[in-house]
Nanobody, 122 residues
Framework: QVQLLESGGGLVQPGGSLRLSCAAS????????MGWYCQAPGKQRESVAGITSGSDGSTNYADSVKGRFTISRDNAKNTVYLQMNSLKPEDPAVYYCHAAELLTDATLYHYWGQGTQVTVSS
C-alpha cells in the first residue's frame, strides 16, 4: 500500500507564497506521476498541477495557476512539491496530493492524500 503525507499548508496573505510537500511511503514499485488536485463538495476532483516521474518530468497546470504555481518532484524521495506564488483568495482552499502507480498488469492505481488547507486572507 502507498500512503501520501501532505504538509506545508497554512494561512497566507494575498500575494504571498506557500510550498506544499507530499511524500509517498509504503510499498512503492513504480509511481507514474504525482500531482495536486482540488475538490469542491459534490463535484469531481480537479487537477491543479501534475508531473510525470519519467526522466522528462513533463508538467501540466490548470489555467488558473499557470505562471504562479510550479510543481516539482524528487523521484528518489518519492516526493512532489507545489510552489505557490502570488496566492489569491479565489484559489482553491484544500489541496489533495495524488499519485498514480503503474501496476504489473499495466493499469494505474490511484492514491490520495487527506488534503491540506490553504487559506488566503488579509
Amino acid at each position: 500500500q502507498v500512503q501520501l503525507l501532505e504538509s506545508g499548508g497554512g494561512l497566507v496573505q494575498p500575494g504571498g507564497s506557500l510550498r506544499l510537500s507530499c511524500a509517498a511511503s509504503g510499498r512503492i514499485f513504480n509511481i507514474n506521476s504525482m500531482g495536486w488536485y482540488c475538490q469542491a463538495p459534490g463535484k469531481q476532483r480537479e487537477s491543479v498541477a501534475g508531473i510525470t516521474s519519467g526522466s522528462d518530468g513533463s508538467t501540466n497546470y490548470a489555467d488558473s495557476v499557470k505562471g504562479r504555481f510550479t510543481i516539482s518532484r524528487d523521484n528518489a524521495k518519492n516526493t512532489v512539491y507545489l510552489q505557490m506564488n502570488s496566492l489569491k483568495p479565489e484559489d482553491p482552499a484544500v489541496y489533495y496530493c495524488h499519485a498514480a502507480e503503474l501496476l504489473t498488469d499495466a493499469t494505474l492505481y490511484h492514491y490520495w492524500g487527506q488534503g491540506t488547507q490553504v487559506t488566503v486572507s488579509s
